[in-house]
């Protein structure tokens, strides 16, 4: 059973072009989160999505940043229009539909903005 | 709100000397509490996890932490280290099942030849 898989693993961006960022949860999950590990910080929430609805949002920036995880594909992270200060590593984590308290990670995707 | 607090960012120990990663949290309600592990450029990997029960839980690696509900607390634990387990260790919580994960902000874990 794979993991949770993240593409791409590495990202080079210059500043105001688009960064899209993918997840794909484990088999036969259906919950995925955000995370954004900022240097020297600890990991931030960003965003808790089921399949077609993003259920909490409460750590997403207010602009630029948005998230999908649609019927069918992997759940996509979308930053517009990048700055230097969204270099970071952002991860997702996958759980199962019935719950649980155990979320899995993949290995995440290091952004760097030019 | 809930939060955690990690009060050493580094700890430097001897290969094989035991060892105590520190972390408090805060919550007016029940949490469920996590420790991760992140290797070098690598994603997190669950240590342990205190979900109810015992408070003395036993993870992987041969690390252990302890839940105090008076102290608010739940430190990491290793008798022995070993080279390998240099990596940063994260003590979190989350409030209810499929909740957002809140984490502390780390601790850089050492070992010293």
């Known amino acids: 059973n794979a993991g949770v898989m993240q593409n791409p693993r590495h990202l080079v961006r210059r500043r105001g072009q688009e960064a899209r960022l993918r997840c794909s949860p484990m088999k036969g999950h259906s919950h995925v989160y955000w995370y954004r590990q900022l240097p020297e910080e600890g990991l931030k929430f960003m965003v808790y999505l089921q399949k077609e609805n993003i259920i909490d949002e409460s750590g997403m920036p207010k602009e630029r940043f948005s998230a999908e995880f649609p019927k069918e594909g992997p759940s996509i992270l979308r930053i517009q229009q990048v700055v230097r200060g969204d270099s970071a590593a952002y991860f997702c984590?996958?759980?199962?539909?019935?719950?649980?308290?155990?979320?899995?990670f993949g290995p995440g995707t290091r952004l760097t903005v030019l | 709100a809930q939060s955690v607090t990690q009060l050493d960012s580094q700890v430097p120990v001897f290969e094989e000397a035991p060892v105590e990663l520190r972390c408090n949290y805060s919550?007016?309600?029940?949490?469920?509490l996590f420790w991760y592990v992140q290797y070098p450029n690598q994603g997190l990997q669950l240590l342990l996890k205190?979900?109810?029960?015992?408070?003395l839980v036993k993870g992987i690696n041969g690390f252990e932490a302890e839940f105090n509900k008076s102290q608010t607390s739940f430190h990491l634990r290793k008798p022995s280290v070993h080279i390998s387990d240099t990596a940063e260790y994260f003590c979190?919580?989350?409030?209810?099942?499929?909740?957002?994960?809140?984490f502390g902000k780390g601790t850089r874990l050492h070992i010293l030849p």
């Open positions: 984590a996958s759980s199962p539909p019935n719950g649980g308290e155990e979320q899995f």
């Open positions: 919550s007016s309600v029940s949490v469920y």
């Open positions: 205190y979900l109810s029960g015992s408070t």
């Open positions: 979190a919580v989350i409030l209810n099942r499929d909740d957002k994960i809140i």
